[in-house]
């Protein structure tokens, strides 16, 4: 059972520019949660996918967006990017429904972005 | 107003020794369930005990049991038999409603637990 992957690890990029994450959900699962965590801080819920659409969405600006496909992997875009959106980003995958007792989320290792 | 507080930013335990790390909720919602996580430096999030809100036991998983007190709102985390691995940050998140429905999970701010040999 492959696990969930992020890429890329680590990324630096400068204000204004956009930039693209990407997350591959466990093998089974159909739900993709984005979450941004901030230094000293606890995760912070961007939006879910599931099914290949948006499925609930934090208190974030347009300017992120997502995309899940159809093999339910899925991409987080940010664009016009600030100094405050440097952060660890992590990607949750889980299963929607199947009778799980907690639809428990598995974390990918994440990906550390850098803004200057 | 927080609906996860975390009072201990950090905590140090002696190997071997048991630990119990604080966490309350503010929920108006009857169905919610709650989670422990454990955070290493290299930053993926572990899933460690999850308790929920119907459950009669408080959950129990290996070294890791829920000290789970439903009048108090409070789901403490308690690591027996303290090991230099588990060294790291420990968040507590709540899941609002039924677990059917997916939702997102809401985090405190965590508890760095430093273990000494």
């Known amino acids: 059972e492959t696990g969930v992957t992020q890429s890329p690890t680590h990324l630096i990029k400068t204000r204004g520019q956009q930039v693209t994450l990407r997350c591959s959900s466990q093998s089974g699962h159909n739900t993709v949660s984005w979450y941004q965590q901030a230094l000293g801080q606890g995760p912070q819920f961007i939006f879910q996918?599931?099914?290949?659409?948006?499925?609930g969405r934090g208190n974030f600006p347009p300017r992120f967006s997502g995309l899940q496909f159809p093999n339910y992997s899925s991409e987080l875009n940010v664009n016009a990017l600030e100094l405050d959106d440097s952060a660890l980003y992590l990607c949750?995958?889980?299963?929607?429904?199947?009778?799980?007792?907690?639809?428990?989320?598995?974390f990918g290792p994440g990906t550390r972005l850098t803004v200057l | 107003a927080q609906k996860i507080t975390q009072t201990q930013p950090g905590m140090f335990v002696q190997e071997k020794e048991a630990v119990t790390l604080d966490c309350t909720y503010d929920?108006?919602?009857?169905?919610?369930?709650l989670f422990w996580y454990k955070q290493p430096s290299s930053g993926e999030m572990i899933f460690l005990i999850y308790q929920g809100s119907y459950d009669q036991q408080n959950a129990t998983e290996g070294r890791y049991s829920l000290n789970f007190q439903k009048a108090r709102k409070s789901a403490n985390l308690v690591i027996s038999a303290s090991q230099l691995g588990d060294s790291a940050m420990y968040f507590c998140a709540m899941r609002e409603g039924r677990a059917g429905n997916n939702r997102k999970l809401i985090w405190g701010l965590g508890t760095s637990l430093a273990v000494n040999p």
């Open positions: 949750a995958s889980s299963s929607r429904g199947g009778g799980l007792a907690y639809n428990e989320q598995f």
């Open positions: 929920t108006s919602d009857p169905s919610y369930g």
């Open positions: 996918y599931y099914r290949e659409e948006e499925n």
